[in-house]
């Protein structure tokens, strides 16, 4: 599975990719990754609803610390997207290197 950083993540958003965060909706109306293209598709939901998942353009997929999100990146793979990346570190990392963060 490939991963990437926070800051090859911002570089691509930078450029147009989609960021999915795989987290709960409650968790991501707590504190949201603050990005110009952005889908929220928890885990759980994602069978049903990753057909919302362009699979024409660059996805990184992210969560709250990477777990999830390598999980969701795998099922992806298996419906046969190549174009998806983890986020090492999720939410965690995102915001402990001073990224750009929505909050309530």
């Known amino acids: 599975m490939k991963e990437i950083s926070i800051s090859q ?3 691509m958003l930078s450029q147009g ?3 999915v965060d795989v987290r709960e ?3 991501v109306e707590q504190v949201a990754y603050d990005v110009p ?3 929220n598709i928890p885990l759980g939901e994602l ?3 990753f057909s919302q998942i362009p699979t024409q353009e ?3 997929v992210a969560c709250k610390a990477g777990g999830r999100s390598a999980k969701a990146v795998q099922f992806l793979q298996e ?3 190549t174009n998806v990346i983890n986020l090492q570190g999720g939410m ?3 915001a402990e290197q001073g990224f750009p963060i929505k909050t309530k």
């Open 92 to 94: 965690i990392a995102w």
């Open 9 to 11: 993540a911002v570089k």
């Open 37 to 39: 293209n952005f889908l």
């Open 47 to 49: 069978a049903e609803k």
């Open 58 to 60: 660059q996805v990184i």
């Open 25 to 27: 909706h409650s968790e």
């Open 79 to 81: 419906k046969g997207f």
């Open 17 to 19: 990719a989609l960021l």
